[in-house]
């Protein structure tokens, strides 16, 4: 049973991205924040203001063809992967992913529910979800663990 913590709603990509941001202040080392959502809705919107929010200034896109993309630039380390393309888990494997799962950085993980079975308990899971009827650039944005 997941338990709600907080839901925000954004009617622009800036509002997501300092909803990203604001998180960012309060990440803390070993913590996986799970970014679901269709595509186009705004995970890496969201992964550049949480970036930001680390104190990254380097460019950050999604890294669709290699998973995991690591920016050293921050307060912390950010481990930013993207797994929508994964064929099966052992490519995570392949990519060391524990080495960041427990390490002393923060991860993001966009399509995190593509490998749910491998995401720890304590994880915090960030949904981002469109609603029409609310507009092209409305978001609904839930944050709970
Ligand atoms: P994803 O990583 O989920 O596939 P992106 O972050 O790459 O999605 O793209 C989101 C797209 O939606 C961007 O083109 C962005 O400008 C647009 N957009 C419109 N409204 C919002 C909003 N409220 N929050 C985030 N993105 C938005
Ligand atoms: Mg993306």
Same mark, same amino acid.
């Given at each position: 049973?997941?338990?709600?913590?907080?839901?925000?709603?954004?009617? !622009?990509?800036? #509002?997501? $991205? #300092?909803? !990203?941001?604001?998180?960012?202040?309060?990440?803390?080392?070993?913590?996986?924040?799970?970014?679901?959502?269709?595509?186009?809705? =705004?995970?890496?919107?969201?992964?550049?203001?949480?970036?930001?929010?680390?104190?990254?200034?380097?460019?950050?896109?999604?890294?669709?063809?290699?998973?995991?993309?690591?920016?050293? #630039?921050?307060?912390?380390?950010?481990?930013?992967?993207?797994? $929508?393309?994964? =064929?099966?888990?052992?490519?995570?494997? #392949?990519?060391? $992913?524990?080495?960041?799962?427990? !390490?002393? !950085?923060?991860?993001?993980?966009?399509?995190?529910?593509?490998?749910?079975?491998?995401?720890?308990?304590?994880?915090?899971?960030?949904?981002?979800?469109?609603?029409?009827?609310?507009?092209?650039?409305?978001?609904?944005?839930?944050?709970?663990?």
């Amino acid at each position: 049973m997941r338990n709600t913590m907080d839901i925000r709603d954004t009617y !622009g990509p800036e #509002e997501t $991205y #300092e909803v !990203g941001k604001e998180l960012a202040k309060q990440a803390r080392p070993g913590q996986i924040y799970c970014l679901d959502g269709d595509l186009g809705v =705004g995970k890496t919107v969201f992964t550049q203001g949480f970036a930001m929010g680390l104190g990254i200034t380097e460019p950050v896109n999604s890294p669709t063809f290699t998973i995991l993309q690591e920016y050293e #630039e921050g307060r912390m380390p950010l481990y930013h992967f993207d797994v $929508y393309r994964i =064929g099966d888990v052992e490519e995570m494997e #392949e990519i060391g $992913y524990e080495d960041c799962f427990f !390490g002393e !950085g923060v991860c993001l993980i966009e399509w995190a529910s593509l490998i749910e079975e491998m995401i720890p308990e304590n994880a915090v899971w960030v949904t981002i979800e469109k609603d029409p009827q609310k507009g092209m650039d409305y978001r609904r944005i839930t944050i709970h663990s």
